[in-house]
């Protein structure tokens, strides 16, 4: 697909039929007029974050979303990938039901992609379903997480075992606050950035290399033209595909090796560092198969480092990683549902990926087993 015109809002279908938009804007301004259009007027809403985002956003949000609102909660998680879990979500459900929350109340999810996951996940069990929005602000959570309705929790350190799909009624993407991202995280939301161009776009993925020093420097424009198209792409996606039973898939570019790798590095690393890592080994194993060149491999590799993406790891063994790939969702009667690349923007889900494939791509890039 070919992802050139900036939207400012796009309306994402769901069976053909309006579900919720995407807003793109530079500030918080216009939020109270778009929590009026989906319906928060007169009706309770628990502002849900992170110990990290509440101190930069959490009063404006809430001071916003007061002006139509009736009650405005907030309730805070500790920050990290590990309180992604069942036992945090349960303080939430408490709260909600303290604060006599019912069906026709909304969660705001205020945060980057964990903050987002686990109050969708709140959203679809509580009462059987309440609506939810989704204020993402993370480049990673702009362009990937908070499009979609995959909420989860990890369960035991396996990544996002437990979920439930359920679509946002909003999400609303102030893009100016990418720039008090640091640099690592700024980092991990460009990972999926560069996924999203290799495995659908190539003009796109062309297009993030060709902007490279404007990107990052996180100039506006640049930064909304780079939310837009990734929203394009992966609305692209999740509106053919909703439920993850085919195209969907191919999402999981990086992903495979990525989640083994993020677990056995017990979350030290960033998501979108882990995926730029999965996808390096993917791109090797595409070109030891002959659909990539030589060439090709190596500026995707090296592409990462011109974004602040890593192209090697240490501390973990690459076994250890193949045998947690053994234990993802992502196994398919027993074979591993792998994602590689035919071409640069075009990508296919295979199951014959074996694991001294996958061994011979991660000790490529294990600076401890290098030969």
Same mark, same amino acid.
């Given at each position: 697909? #070919? %992802? ?10 769901? $069976? ?8 793109? #804007?530079?500030?918080?301004?216009? =939020? ?18 992170? %110990? ?5 956003? =959490?009063? $404006? ?32 459900? +408490? ?13 705001? !999810? ?14 679809? +069990?509580?009462?059987?379903?309440? #609506? ?42 102030? *893009? ?17 950035? /560069? ?27 640049? /930064? /909304? ?22 195209? #969907? ?10 989640? !083994? /790798? ?31 060149? $030589?060439?090709?491999?190596? $500026? ?17 063994? %690459? ?33 014959? *990926? ?12 294990? !600076?401890?087993?290098?030969?």
């Amino acid at each position: 697909m #070919r %992802s050139e015109k900036i939207e400012d809002v796009l309306v994402v279908k769901t $069976e053909g039929n309006a579900s919720y938009d995407i807003v793109l #804007r530079e500030s918080f301004d216009n =939020l109270p007029d778009y929590l009026q259009s989906v319906g928060c007027e007169g009706h309770r809403v628990c502002v849900v974050t992170d %110990s990290n985002v509440a101190p930069l956003y =959490l009063a $404006e949000v809430q001071k916003l979303a007061s002006a139509c609102c009736a009650q405005i909660e907030t309730y805070i998680f500790e920050a990290g990938e590990e309180h992604k879990t069942l036992d945090a979500i349960r303080g939430l459900y +408490t709260k909600l039901i303290e604060s006599g929350f019912d069906r026709k109340d909304f969660l705001i !999810a205020l945060g980057g992609g964990v903050v987002g996951d686990m109050t969708g996940f709140a959203a679809a +069990t509580f009462l059987r379903g309440i #609506r939810f929005i989704q204020i993402p602000t993370t480049l990673l959570a702009q362009i990937d997480s908070s499009i979609g309705g995959k909420t989860g929790v990890d369960f035991d350190q396996y990544k996002n075992m437990v979920g439930a799909f359920h679509q946002p009624c909003l999400v609303y993407s102030n *893009v100016s606050v990418l720039k008090s991202l640091t640099d690592e995280q700024f980092a991990s939301g460009m990972g999926e950035s /560069l996924k999203h161009g290799l495995i659908l776009d190539a003009g796109f993925y062309e297009w993030q290399i060709d902007h490279m020093s404007e990107i990052e420097e996180r100039d506006s424009a640049t /930064l /909304l033209e780079l939310v837009s198209r990734n929203c394009q792409i992966k609305r692209y996606i999740v509106e053919k595909d909703p439920k993850e039973k085919g195209d #969907r898939m191919l999402l999981n570019f990086g992903h495979t090796l990525g989640h !083994a /790798l993020e677990k056995c590095k017990e979350f030290r690393m960033l998501h979108g560092e882990c995926v730029a890592i999965g996808f390096v080994a993917a791109a090797y194993i595409s070109w030891q198969r002959g659909l990539l060149d $030589e060439d090709e491999f190596y $500026e995707i590799r090296d592409m990462n480092v011109g974004f602040g993406l890593p192209i090697s790891f240490d501390g973990v063994a %690459s076994q250890a990683i193949v045998d947690a790939v053994k234990k993802d969702k992502k196994m398919d009667a027993g074979k591993i549902r792998f994602v590689l690349l035919k071409k640069l923007g075009r990508a296919c889900v295979d199951t014959t *990926v074996t694991e001294q494939e996958m061994l011979e791509a991660l000790r490529l890039l294990n !600076a401890d087993e290098r030969e």
